[in-house]
């Protein structure tokens, strides 16, 4: 019977590549646990750290806007503004000659700062600053206007609260944001990790591979050499024990193959041989020599 006749199976010349959902042993399945996760948490926490770093920048650019703001608003008021009628959210006093106060309808009774009246009424410059009076928390700004002493002052209780609800704004984008950095996270890892599952599976079948194309030609020739070693200690002519000596030869140079074949296979490369018709009986003679010696071995 004529076939083609084919090399032993080798693990670079195999396309099934390992599922994705083969069983790996507990060590390797534990390795990719922990890539995975530290993955995980790489990229959570890359995102994270961006998340809170555009949330700095823009309490930070709030508060910015809101001081400016406030200094241009009381500036404004205390230049132009008459005392009866400030702007939303000022109120202003008016240091007189006699040394009164004139306030605005409505000013708190706890302001103004007398200090600062009486320094820039002193001729000091004009000055602006953030003061606490009765637990309250107020920008005040002070200057000469047609030679009286003006102030402005602000409650800063409204920028608070606005700053506390861009915190808390703030606190829930970072939370909702580290949660969508977990899920993105896993879905990276998962793909980042998948070529280094096959890797593994790949190893193993390999290294599995290798011990079965070895075990059958070593075990071939250490049954033979003992055999041919046990009749040469029992007086045989060496003479008679040449064929025995051409199957030792003949298997290492069959074993030498097969190695060459596995290191060319661990490259990864294709093989590339020419197929061509041989004769099975010729095939099922050379493997029935090559047996015998463990053949009798065994009885």
Not at 209 to 220: A, F, G, K, N, Y
Request: aromatic residues 2%; positive net charge; contains cysteine.
């Amino acid at each position: 019977m004529n076939v083609a006749r084919r090399g032993p199976r080798l693990p670079g010349r195999d396309r099934r590549l390992p599922g994705r959902d083969r069983r790996l042993p507990d060590p390797d399945r534990r390795l990719l646990v922990r890539a995975r996760r530290r993955i995980t948490v790489q990229v959570a926490g890359a995102i994270s750290v961006v998340l809170a770093l555009v949330g700095v920048l823009v309490w930070c650019a709030m508060g910015h806007g809101q001081g400016s703001a406030a200094e241009r608003d009381l500036t404004a008021a205390a230049q132009h503004s008459p005392i009866a009628h400030p702007p939303p959210c000022v109120w202003l006093y008016e240091l007189r000659a006699d040394g009164t106060v004139h306030a605005a309808p409505g000013a708190p009774a706890t302001l103004p700062v007398r200090r600062a009246l009486e320094r820039v009424s002193a001729g000091g410059a004009p000055e602006t600053a953030h003061v606490t009076v009765a637990g309250q928390d107020y920008l005040i700004h002070t200057r000469e206007r047609a030679g009286t002493t003006v102030q402005a002052a602000m409650d800063l209780r409204y920028q608070a609260a606005e700053q506390q609800r861009l915190l808390r704004t703030l606190i829930g984008a970072e939370i909702a944001g580290l949660l969508a950095a977990l899920l993105v996270g896993q879905v990276v890892s998962r793909r980042a990790i998948a070529p280094l599952g096959e890797a593994l599976a790949r190893q193993r079948r390999f290294a599995a591979d290798v011990s079965h194309e070895l075990r059958t030609p070593l075990t071939r020739l250490h049954t033979r050499a003992q055999l041919l070693s046990r009749r040469l200690r029992g007086g045989t002519d060496p003479i008679l024990l040449i064929d025995e000596v051409d199957q030792l030869v003949t298997g290492t140079g069959q074993l030498g193959e097969v190695v060459a074949d596995l290191l060319r296979s661990a490259q990864f490369k294709q093989l590339h041989r020419p197929f061509g018709p041989v004769d099975l009986a010729v095939l099922a003679a050379e493997l029935a020599v090559a047996e015998d010696a463990r053949a009798a071995a065994q009885g």
